[in-house]
């Protein structure tokens, strides 16, 4: 069966530190992979999605990138934290089937 | 752009009263639609989805969805919430022939509250 890893689960980080965001799928290949922010009162909202290895789109202008150095991996960075940045980060695959499957989350708190 | 709408950003309901939570899409052409709920502490979970065919969705713990075509609206019904029914629900929608992303966007989220 389909995995999605997500970690760490919960992260503390000063201002204008760099941030790395790991997600893994397991039991699938060649899947779409999303980043999506989940910001008090706001929603979830599309950072970034993938269809294949290097292949990343943005969705939203911001401080923070996406990379897919493998076809199960993708990665969520940042070279300086802001403080905009905090909030719950999800990271999600889909298949031929249009389901999505989400990870567990990473809460991220900037200070 | 495509967009998801849901009007209702804070629900505060009694046990055993009905529950409708407004949903509405800005896309013209066909959608898949979901809704995904979210318990305090846990993931999110698909409660139900529409591809095709009846537009009378059933899901899971008794929700319900109607999808209006002519209102590009998926609203969500439960006859009887319980308690256990607090929790945020967030609508979705994705276009099943939107290129290889099949992007899935999102409302806002409704977060309801039922008290005992």
């Known amino acids: 069966s389909q995995t999605i890893h997500q970690w760490p689960a919960t992260l503390v980080q000063p201002v204008g530190s760099p941030l790395s965001l790991e997600c893994t799928v397991e039991?699938?290949?060649?899947?779409?992979l999303y980043w999506y922010r989940q910001a008090a009162g706001r929603g979830l909202q599309l950072l970034f999605y993938?269809?294949?290895?290097?292949?990343i789109s943005s969705e939203v202008p911001q401080n923070l990138s996406a990379s897919r150095p493998q076809d199960r991996q993708f990665i969520l960075s940042s070279k300086k934290l802001l403080l905009s940045d905090s909030g719950f980060y999800l990271c999600?695959?889909?298949?031929?089937?249009?389901?999505?499957?989400f990870g567990s989350g990473t809460r991220l708190t900037v200070v | 752009a495509q967009s998801v709408s849901q009007h209702n950003h804070h629900v505060i309901l009694s046990e055993a009263a009905s529950l409708e939570l407004g949903c509405n899409y800005s896309?013209?052409?066909?959608?898949?639609l979901f809704w995904y709920v979210q318990y305090p502490g846990q993931h999110l979970q698909l409660l139900l989805k529409?591809?095709?065919?009846?537009?009378l969705v059933k899901g899971i713990k008794g929700f319900e969805a109607e999808f209006i075509k002519s209102k590009f609206s998926f609203n969500l019904r439960k006859p009887s919430v319980q308690w256990s029914d607090t929790a945020e629900y967030f609508c979705?929608?994705?276009?099943?022939?939107?290129?290889?992303?099949?992007?899935?966007?999102f409302g806002t989220g409704t977060l309801l509250a039922v008290q005992p």
């Open positions: 529409y591809f095709s065919g009846d537009p």
């Open positions: 993938s269809v294949g290895i290097g292949q």
């Open positions: 979705a929608v994705s276009r099943p022939f939107g290129g290889a992303t099949n992007k899935l966007i």
């Open positions: 039991g699938t290949s060649n899947p779409n």
């Open positions: 896309y013209g052409g066909t959608v898949n």
């Open positions: 999600a695959w889909s298949g031929q089937d249009y389901g999505y499957t």
